[in-house]
Each structure stands twice: as structure tokens, then as C-alpha cells.
DNA sequence: GATAAACTGTACACACCTGTTCGAGTTAGC
DNA sequence: GCTAACTCGAACAGGTGTGTACAGTTTATC
């Protein structure tokens, strides 16, 4: 329990108006975005009913915060986002172009499962160019890679450049599929995901 | 109210019965299962409706041929993989391991290719281990292949035989997405299938 | 401890999908 | 050309999901 107050919350998030939001709101709000999180990525189609039971709260209160569904897909989204890009931005990219690479495969594919279906019920809802612009960012960091390994004769440039990003998605994928079928443990993946990517990236 | 048995067209199929059936209901049962396998496979959410109004028929008559939407979608798959079968049989899977994997994959991808997202449509209609025999044939021919590879040292042999053929379905399922976005030509994704597969599975 | 913000459950309106029934019209088949 | 089979639209029942309105209660905050 905080005893200080001070500056309760954050008053410049979204309608940074003259009251504060209360604790309370604020911690819903969070308990449902994480139960959204959660929830979502096990099933993309899961209803509002089941995200606000996950999280403890009526549905009510769960449109109090959030106009619509897709409002709430949004943040989801745009916070999953938000922390994937945090997590590849911690990465070291430079060096080795195939060292790199095997670096991002395996952090990308953390993220990737973590997140799960998220990516989804983000289609289902969001307008395609919105979340085409949420994956550029990370997409982006792959693609540069795989551009210098391909300038470097280190993998193979015999091919298009946007087949080989959509390899590295699917195997990744399938990769999370394998996973929930019980194929392959998700201490394996990694490697898995890895070697074989290389592999397939390589002439 | 037998009046004349005649044996006109096939009373074996299914209900076998003493009447034949009539020859607007078999075309009509045709273009129903034609439709909805197109509709399918591009949504595999499409309701009832659209189906019926894709075939040009009245959902009454739909039902009329179909108890359920389970029915109906069991009778696709079963059609897509009966189909799927037979142009995998006329396959010549001997010789050179890598050149059969080769010769496997293009078709696959083809098949898969066609039929989209009707798997996914039969996953959340079709009981799990009904879904899984269904997919065991044309899984089986990829294993044995593979296997044979392995043995031979011309396919690596350091992973998972279940997680090479996750691969290489994610791979396929990858490129038929690749072109449903337009990255990628449907005549070049065959060439580009076999090659990125044979190369991640290869040493 | 007073007040306003936030939470709660219930209930309603609306939309969509499934599956069935009905009566009337059309058509294939003998 | 008769008859049974088939088709059609409209309409209903049952289910689910979304979003809103209301009235009462809790609770953070000052």
C-alpha cells in the first residue's frame, strides 16, 4: 500500500485531465489489459465475457475503460509491440552477419510464443495497414540483417528477400504450433528455430 | 413407394437407399460442396449463408442435403483429402531421396495451396483425432521419405523427424500466405518451397 | 467522514448464426 | 401429364456476442 502520495498516477496517459485517475481504475485497467494478454494469446476469438472474468472484473467495468473490442485488441497489440521492440532493441546486431541473425531468431521467437495468437485477433479486428505498420518495426531489424548477410555472400541472396522474411515467420510459427501439440518442448524450440532457419537462409 | 429401382445414378454413395436421386439434387449437392470449399478456403468462418448463396441455392436446400455445418465442412475435408490422396499416389517416391522430397513438396504445395484455410475449418468443427487420421496419409508419405533421407545421410539427422515435418508445413503454409499477400507469384512458390525446404533440412 | 469516482449485477436492444418448420411453387422422371 | 422429389422464401426458436442503461454499493481520496 503506498503511503505517499505525491503525484499519484500518470495524468499525461491518454485524457490527461484536470483529476487524476484513481488507483483502483488504474490497477483494473492493467489486471485486464495483462488478462487480455493472456487470454487472447490462447485464443484469438475468446469474448469480452471470458477476458473480464479472467481479470476479476464485470463486464461493465471492463467497457468503463475500453469503447469497444477493438479498442481493448488495440492496446494489447500496441503494448505487445511495444515490448517486443524494447526486447530487440536490448540486442546486439552488429557483428557476424549469421551470428546476428541466430541472436534475433531466438529472441524473436520468445517473443513470438509468448504473445501467441495475439497477432490474430489482431487481424480480426484492426484495419490490415494498422497492424502492417505494428510489424514493420520489428520486421524491419530482421530485414537489414538478412540484407547485410546477403551483402556479404553469408547467406544465400538467390531469392526474394521478403520469401526468406516470410520463412523466418513461418518457421517460428510453426515452430510455437509444434510447440502447444507437445512435438517439441519449448527449451528445444530455440535451437530448433534457430539451426534451422540458418539453414534455410544458407546456400 | 419404390416404383422402379433403375439404378440410376449412385444409391451406393451414402444412404443407399431404394430411390435414386434425383439429377438437380446431385448437381446441386455438387455446387454446394464445389462452393463451399472455395468459400472455405478462403474464410473458414464463412457461415451457412454464404456458402448457399456462392453455390446460388437457398439455405433451406442446403440443409436439405446437409444435417449440420459439421456435415457439411466432414464432407469437404473428406473430398479435399480423397483428392489430395490420389495426387500424391501418382507420385514417383523412389530414387534419390532429396529428389523425391523435392518432386513431394511441390505437390504438396500446390494441394495446400488450393485448399487453404479448410483445415482450419475442419479443426474447429471435426473432432481432434479425426482431424489427425485425416491428415495421417499424405503425413505419412513426407515421414517415410524423410526417414529414408536421414538413413541415407543426405538429410540431416540432428533434429527432430516430428520437427523437420513441422517445417516444412510451415514453410508451405508460409508461402500460400506469401501469396495470398502478393510477395510472391504462385508460379515461382513451388521452386521456392523445394528449395528452401531441401536446404533447411539439409547438413 | 463526506464526496465523487469507480465497481457491481441485472436487464435490455441489436445483430448474427444455426437449424427447423411451413406452404407453395417448380421440375425431373416415368 | 401425373407424381414425387426437389426447391424456395419467409418466419420462428434458441443460442451467443456486443454495447448501453440503470440503480445500488463499495472505496479511494481529500
Known sequence: MATTPAQTTETTA????DRAKRADAVRNVEAIVAAATRVLAA?????????AKAAGVGRVTLYGHFDSRATLVREVVDRAMAQTDAALADLDLDGDPRAALGRL???TWHLTHR?????IAGTQVLPPEELRRAHEGPMSRTRSVLERGRAA???RADMPLEWQLSVIQAIIHGASAAVH????TADE???LVRDTALAALTA
Not at 14 to 17: E, F, N, P, Q, V
Not at 43 to 51: L, R, T
Request: hydrophobic content about 40%; cysteine-free.
Open 14 to 17: 491518454r485524457g490527461g485531465r
Open 43 to 51: 485464443d484469438p476469438d475468446a469474448s469480452i465475457n471470458d477476458i
Open 105 to 107: 531468431l531466438e529472441t
Open 115 to 119: 504473445f501467441g495468437a495475439i497477432v
Open 153 to 155: 555472400g553469408e547467406l
Open 181 to 184: 501439440r507437445g512435438e517439441i
Open 189 to 191: 524450440a530455440p535451437a
